[in-house]
């Protein structure tokens, strides 16, 4: 471990080297310098805010980062992200899980162009499965680490991660692209786009299939996305959305201890249907007043068949073969607002009502079978309030309250207040921020006749999040610190009886910090990198929270020689993680380091290559017991515009 990261510091010091000393030389023609821009983030606040004023911790995944680490999975773009930890059994026929400072998958909030897209009806909680996205026709990726139910109401209590596709712009223009790789991996990508004086589109269609990276692992999954705008003016503009993807996949369970120690070798089946609607208007009226209307429609299938988990040290029983076939419905209205009648003052009010509608048939099968099945809806009725105040120089105040009226619960009410201060002299942000977040019980949670429970209350969360970044030699380089405290209640835990049932009853608390730097001294150079800690503790017990590692960090380094070449680099290191099998009880996962590269190669403005290598240095590591991971994985690919 130690010399390959040795090796990797020695290439970006190497690039560094080559970069300052080719410098002065002149610049190849076409080779521009453009200024970098503050972007834009639509994510944190009620009103688009530019990222340097975030009061909260946020990452924004760029365009750029995406194109050059010609990443498959939005995965894989996930684990260099600060403070968020992404894990799957093997490769991407299992379910890819994401923790944000140490909270549960299902505490992160996931909206496509802001569509919510968690699903209530499975058994993890309502976790989105990240292993259903590709990273075709995304534009950015914006991941706010802190509740955020202030805004967006339930499930959003350790974050949001908010994937924002593509709008079309410019003259007509289509693309083909086609990669193959190691283990019979393939994808298929075409699209057009454009725009014209009122209007603007983007359509992509794509086919992916895994291969079989790991023994019993296979994914594949025809993906169609596009985006329509109307009306593209100053003062009005429709826009709208629409997702559909297929994927049938394979895994051994992942309590099943993998294709290493499971001793039933069937495999779970999966096979999902998964379609997303939206539209949205907005109108200027005035110079100080904008309204907004957003509807969204979002509908998953899935089929789900598995052959259990054989008894083991862990458990004397075992898990049985089970199936179940759901459907989950969700539609959404969102009105809002925006009232600045101040220069550097803005009032957002909304009203959100949303109507969840899931169903599940499900069977527990063996020698006596159990049906598993259950139907149930909601409404969530919710107004809330938001203000950002920037009236004085240098300081940004944001404040936001919500008020969730959820049928069949209790009203849940959550503030949030932050801060940010810039100290012009020496081009300093001091922030900080307080929130308070909510999630309700999952369908599943609630109404499994196996193991659900009516009774169950809202699972909560509170953090105070602090923060400083200093910026140097022009905003070349930069270094960024931020602590954190977060507190969860009411936790949903399952209680092995008899009978088996979920019961809140588990308080936990999560503290650590995140240690960010990157320098740009030259446009065709970036390095950043990032050390991140989180301390679980389970109160009254001396148990770890499973699947997470106390210390991990990332490394990504983006260089462009020419105008022509694009290589990048993308490193991921992780401390030990606590994990459990029932074939083996509980273990610790060794740490491991993991380089991934790519090269890019234009060598006409229509054509494109590029070859990618997964696990660089064949590292033999497991995110589960028993599920390898793939060893070094080389891919090519071509990309074709017109």
């Known amino acids: 471990m130690r010399n390959k990261f040795l090796l990797s510091i020695s290439i970006c010091g190497v690039l560094i080297l080559y970069t300052a000393s080719s410098s002065g030389q002149e610049e190849s023609p076409g080779l521009s310098h453009p200024e970098t821009l503050d972007p834009v983030v639509v994510t944190g606040t009620a009103y688009p805010a530019e990222l340097s004023k975030s009061t909260g911790s946020v990452t924004v995944i760029t365009g750029e980062e995406i194109e050059a ?21 093997a490769s991407r026929g299992g379910v890819t899980s994401v923790y944000i400072r140490g909270g549960d998958p299902n505490f992160t909030l996931v909206l496509i162009d802001g569509v919510k897209v968690n699903d209530p009806t499975n058994s993890r909680g309502g976790s989105f499965d990240f292993s ?41 223009k289509a693309t083909a692209e086609a990669m193959a790789g190691r283990y019979g991996q393939y994808q298929f990508l075409g699209g057009f786009s454009g725009a014209g004086p009122y209007y603007d589109y983007s359509v992509t269609g794509s086919w992916l299939d895994d291969g079989e990276q790991v023994e019993g692992s296979t994914f594949k999954s025809p993906s169609v996305t596009a985006n329509l705008g109307l009306i593209n003016r100053d003062d009005m503009e429709i826009t709208s959305t629409f997702r559909y993807s297929h994927i049938d996949s394979t895994s051994f369970p992942d309590d099943s201890g993998g294709p290493e120690f499971a001793v ?12 997303l609607l939206g539209l949205g208007y907005t109108h200027s009226p005035a110079l100080w007043w904008e309204y907004g209307i957003k509807l969204s429609y979002y509908n998953t299938k899935e089929k789900f068949s598995s052959p259990g988990v054989a008894p083991g040290e862990r458990d004397p029983f075992g898990i049985p073969p089970n199936e179940s076939d759901s459907e989950y419905k969700n539609y959404d209205a969102n009105i809002t607002s925006t009232f600045s009648a101040y220069p550097g003052l803005d009032v957002v009010a909304g009203f959100e009502a949303e109507f969840q509608d899931g169903s599940s048939r499900g069977m527990i099968l063996g020698e006596f079978p159990l049906p598993a099945d259950f139907d149930l809806s909601r409404y969530i009725l919710s107004p809330y309030l938001e203000l950002q105040f920037g009236m004085v120089e240098n300081l940004y105040v944001v404040l936001g309250a919500r008020e969730d009226f959820p049928e069949g619960f209790d009203p849940a009410f959550s503030p949030r207040a932050g801060v940010s201060y810039k100290i012009a002299a ?29 009774d169950l209350v809202p699972e909560e969360s509170r953090s105070l999040d602090l923060g400083i970044t200093q910026n140097l030699w022009d905003d070349k380089l930069g270094a960024q610190f931020n602590v954190y405290y977060n507190e969860f209640k009411n936790l949903i835990d399952f209680e092995e009886g008899p009978p088996p049932i979920l019961v809140n009853r588990s308080r936990v608390t999560v503290k650590g910090f995140e240690l960010i730097g990157n320098i740009r001294p030259w446009e065709e150079l970036s390095l950043s990198g990032s050390v991140s800690y989180a301390d679980s503790d389970i109160k009254g017990t001396g148990e770890e929270l499973r699947n997470r ?30 994990d459990s099998s029932i074939p083996t009880g509980d273990v610790t996962l060794d740490p491991y380091d ?3 590269v790519a090269l890019t190669w234009t060598p006409f403005g229509r054509v494109s290559a590029y070859v990618a290598v997964d696990n660089l240095f064949n590292e033999e590591y497991e995110q589960f017991v028993g599920f390898p991971a793939p060893g070094v994985s080389p891919r090519a690919g071509i990309r074709l515009t017109f």
Do not use: C
């Not at 499930?155 to 003259?171: F, H, M, P, Y």
């Not at 039933?264 to 379609?275: E, G, S, W």
């Not at 977040?437 to 009516?454: D, E, Q």
């Open 132 to 172: 259903a996205l590709s990273t075709d026709n995304i534009e950015r990726i914006e991941i706010v680490r802190d509740p955020m139910s202030s805004l967006y109401g339930s499930d959003a209590l350790s974050g949001v991660i908010n994937i924002i596709t593509k709008k079309g712009e410019g003259k007509p």
């Open 264 to 275: 039933l070798r069937a495999t779970d089946d999966r096979n999902i249907d998964q379609l």
């Open 594 to 596: 993991v380089y991934n």
């Open 426 to 454: 020496t081009d300093t942000i001091l922030r900080g921020s307080w929130g308070e977040g909510f999630k309700l019980p999952s369908f599943f949670s609630l109404a499994n006749p196996i193991v659900g429970n009516p």
């Open 69 to 89: 680490s010609h990443a498959v999975s939005v995965g894989e773009l996930l684990e260099q992200v600060p403070g968020l930890y992404v894990d799957q059994p």
């Open 549 to 578: 590692p106390k210390w991990w960090g990332e490394l990504s380094l983006l260089y462009s020689p020419s105008p022509t070449v694009k290589f990048s680099l993308d490193a991921v290191f992780t401390g030990s993680v606590p």
